[in-house]
């Protein structure tokens, strides 16, 4: 595997060529799954069972990114998937990872997110923890 200037040739056959995603588009992304999430909560809430929305949470992120091509609804949106660095799609372990990684990125002012900035592989603190790129579909 080799690494240039924000994109990484994943050996395969034949090559692949990820390019990583910038904070903009993630933000994007988050957004519309913020929008199914609120839909979710507002149901469970209905339903008197409004503690369940972190876990709700937890099983619509996880579920999407290890199940789904590593890409929730506002991922596919806007035509961006998770991964492993290798280029692999991630399991259920890594997915849990990267979520525990959310709560502690948004904790410290939200500075793990804001990290993509600045970060060569474009990646937050959650990405980090749990070994995740951001890429183009």
Same mark, same amino acid.
């Given at each position: 595997?080799?690494?240039?200037?924000?994109?990484?040739?994943?050996?395969?056959?034949?090559?692949?060529?990820?390019?990583?995603?910038?904070?903009?588009?993630?933000?994007?992304?988050?957004?519309?799954?913020?929008?199914?999430?609120?839909?979710?909560?507002?149901?469970?809430? &209905?339903?008197? #069972? =409004?503690? $369940?929305? @972190? %876990?709700?949470?937890?099983?619509?992120?996880?579920?999407?990114?290890?199940?789904?091509?590593?890409?929730?609804?506002?991922?596919?949106?806007?035509?961006?998937?998770?991964?492993?660095?290798?280029?692999?799609?991630?399991?259920?372990?890594?997915?849990?990872?990267?979520?525990?990684?959310?709560?502690?990125?948004?904790? &410290?002012?939200? #500075? =793990?997110? $804001?990290? @993509? %900035?600045?970060?060569?592989?474009?990646?937050?603190?959650?990405?980090?923890?749990?070994?995740?790129?951001?890429?183009?579909?």
């Amino acid at each position: 595997m080799e690494e240039q200037a924000g994109v990484i040739q994943v050996q395969s056959n034949p090559p692949v060529s990820l390019q990583y995603v910038g904070f903009w588009r993630r933000v994007a992304a988050y957004l519309i799954d913020a929008v199914v999430i609120f839909v979710i909560d507002i149901f469970l809430n &209905v339903l008197h #069972l =409004g503690a $369940l929305g @972190v %876990i709700a949470g937890l099983v619509y992120f996880v579920y999407f990114w290890s199940q789904q091509n590593g890409q929730t609804p506002g991922d596919q949106a806007l035509k961006i998937r998770i991964v492993r660095e290798d280029g692999k799609q991630i399991d259920i372990m890594t997915g849990v990872i990267r979520y525990i990684g959310y709560i502690v990125s948004a904790f &410290v002012i939200f #500075l =793990g997110f $804001l990290w @993509v %900035i600045w970060d060569k592989k474009k990646q937050g603190w959650h990405d980090k923890m749990a070994g995740t790129v951001v890429v183009r579909v």
